[in-house]
């Protein structure tokens, strides 16, 4: 993963009004008063019952909060938003202007704010190892990444790290009014805010997360054979143990049965396909860790 990629599949919304922050903080799964220009936020928009329904990432420009989000469900979620603006002074919008890049490295001068018509450059909140995004006009953003000495990259390539830090790529991995939070690690990698006050979902989501209720979660597996598609089952002596999710390369993310996952050679196949747990550290640590509170419950 080097240099820079444009993110043709990313779009952006912009919250306006006095009442942004308040609006945004009763119904997203984090803390949108974190959000800055040099600062994102990971969060995600739940159903009252604590279902999926679109993730995204938060920054701060000015008077405004820019939501970098799924290009091909950004209405859906623009819509969704308006319901709740009910007598409050917030505005959502589409940014049609703004552009989202995905960068190795930081573009941004180290005693400097982002380059003129950049609108906010923060590295990933998920992971340090994900490198940084960048929310801009698209002439700004691609002028100060080639200023910082960044080439284009292969969209694939990137698609490829991302799946082997274990990160989810929206609706490709979460399964929109069906899937939770702990499924898609959002309670490892920072999504959720456990002490900001009440959310859409939180109830839910909360009782899972101390109770230990998660039985199965999003993890990166090596794939020997053929790609299985998204949706296919994955067995272990035919027995269902999960479901593949998005694909890039030799790995396949699969929301798997958590015993399953840990396991150097758990005999997954899917389809022609034999699979092979290839969990980051970060989630490793997780399961451990998740292992040692059940046994001392």
């Not at 830090?165 to 069906?178: K, V, Y």
Request: net charge neutral; aromatic share 6%.
């Amino acid at each position: 993963m080097t240099g820079y990629h444009i993110a043709e599949d990313r779009a952006v919304l912009r919250v306006s009004g006095a009442d942004r922050v308040d609006f945004l903080q009763g119904i997203v799964s984090n803390d949108v008063a974190k959000a800055g220009r040099d600062r994102g936020v990971w969060a995600a928009f739940l159903t009252p019952q604590g279902k999926y329904l679109h993730d995204f990432f938060l920054a701060a420009d000015g008077e405004s909060i820019l939501l970098d989000c799924e290009r091909a469900r950004a209405d859906d979620l623009r819509k969704r938003l308006r319901r709740y603006t009910l007598r409050s002074d917030a505005r959502v919008e589409a940014a049609g202007d703004l552009t989202v890049a995905l960068a190795s490295a930081d573009p941004a001068p180290a005693d400097d704010a982002p380059a003129g018509g950049v609108a906010a450059c923060f590295p990933d909140p998920r992971h340090r190892e994900a490198g940084f995004r960048l929310i801009g006009t698209r002439v700004a953003v691609e002028r100060a990444l080639e200023s910082a000495g960044l080439a284009p990259g292969d969209p694939l390539e990137w698609d490829r790290r991302r799946l082997a830090l274990g990160l989810p790529d929206g609706s490709r991995d979460l399964e929109i009014e069906r899937s939770t939070l702990a499924e898609g690690n959002a309670d490892l990698l920072g999504g959720i805010d456990w002490e900001k006050g009440c959310w859409m979902g939180q109830e839910v989501t909360a009782r899972m997360h101390y109770r230990g209720l998660a039985k199965r979660r999003l993890a990166p597996m090596r794939v020997d054979g053929p790609t299985p598609a998204p949706g296919a089952t994955v067995e272990r002596d035919g027995r269902p143990m999960g479901e593949c999710r998005s694909s890039a390369g030799d790995l396949v993310m699969v929301l798997a049965r958590t015993e399953a996952i840990g396991e150097a050679e758990p005999g997954l196949r899917s389809g022609d396909a034999r699979l092979r747990p290839a969990p980051p550290k970060w989630l490793k640590a997780a399961l451990k860790q998740d292992a040692s509170a059940s046994a001392a419950r």
